[in-house]
């Protein structure tokens, strides 16, 4: 009946706009994404998967939004977005590590993010959660000793280890371009003077190591180790295990006194154009199928907390329980980059580059 018709229609009506009002129901997605998103990468191994996997595992799920990587390191992304201004900024979302981060989050570069625009924020440690919620760490890569085991006798176990005469002339260590050229000072200070703040002291016992190969980046490190040119060489373990799935005759070594990390610190800018593909894409990396996907090829230390580990992979994750999350050495990165960065950079190209 007519009666009957225009009743069914007003009440469609009325179900579209409560649902319209009510906005996207919990599970479902949201108005489509579009536009370019730019999105920092390391090179090398990183690079290659980011292209081949993580960037068109993103694309698939949001098809209007177009990713593009901006290759490079961590202190020149830091520099061209100081240089560009909050308003303006050349990226959307910067993976980088938390030594360079922090120098750009203390001056207000980035967002905070929420359990609303980045859902998966709930399943991160808090451990990996950063103050505030400005930014988040997605993954990490332990940083520990890597040794060639058919050119080495007596393995070392400990970073102190590394003061063993035997290895002099065969060390690898990072330079201070590097942000693990700042941790191992500040490690050395704290091993050997007992105050990660001592940069003399961290400086002077760097000094003993002497001869040794500087690198400015983790797939120089690699290079240095495969080709034989670094017996002993600090190194990141997932580039450990990788190489060694490829037949490198690699060992890597948690040293006893515990890991420091590369921490990917991941952030929105202030200024990005495109925020909601952007904070989508924060909360892709931190899913649990993403994650797994770090974990599974690149062996990354997960930030996913509902993720489970047995078997070899425990292996080539060697960090991944709440007891070892929380045994990761950390740095007060607002101390370093208030002054002591500048004084690290100045003693090391004066007293170690310059000698």
Known sequence: MMWQTRWRTALVALVALVVMAAGPLPGTAGPALSGTLVVTSYGGPWEQFMRSTIVPGFQAEHPGVRVELAVGLSRDWIAKIRAAGKNDPPYDVVIANAVWVSAA???????????????????VWPELRNKNDVGVIFGLNPLGIGYRKDLVQNPPKRWTDLWNPEYRGRLGIYSINNSAGPMFIMLAAKLFANDPKNIEAGINKIKELRPFRQSDFSGDMEILLTRGEVHVGIIDAPAVSRLKRQGAPLEFVPPIEGMFMFEQDTN???????????????????SRQTQERW????????ANRTLRFSGELAQLVPVHTAPQIRSIIKWDWDWFNTGAREQMIERWNREIVGR
């Not at 980035?110 to 609303?116: G, K, M, P, V, Y």
């Not at 974990?295 to 997960?302: E, F, G, R």
């Open 268 to 286: 929105v800018t202030v200024g990005s154009k495109n925020k909601a593909a952007a904070f989508a894409f924060v909360n892709y990396m931190l």
């Open 105 to 123: 989050r203390l001056e207000g570069h980035f967002e905070r993010l929420t359990e609303q625009n980045v859902p998966n924020l709930k399943d």
């Open 295 to 302: 974990v599974n090829q690149y062996y990354l230390t997960p």
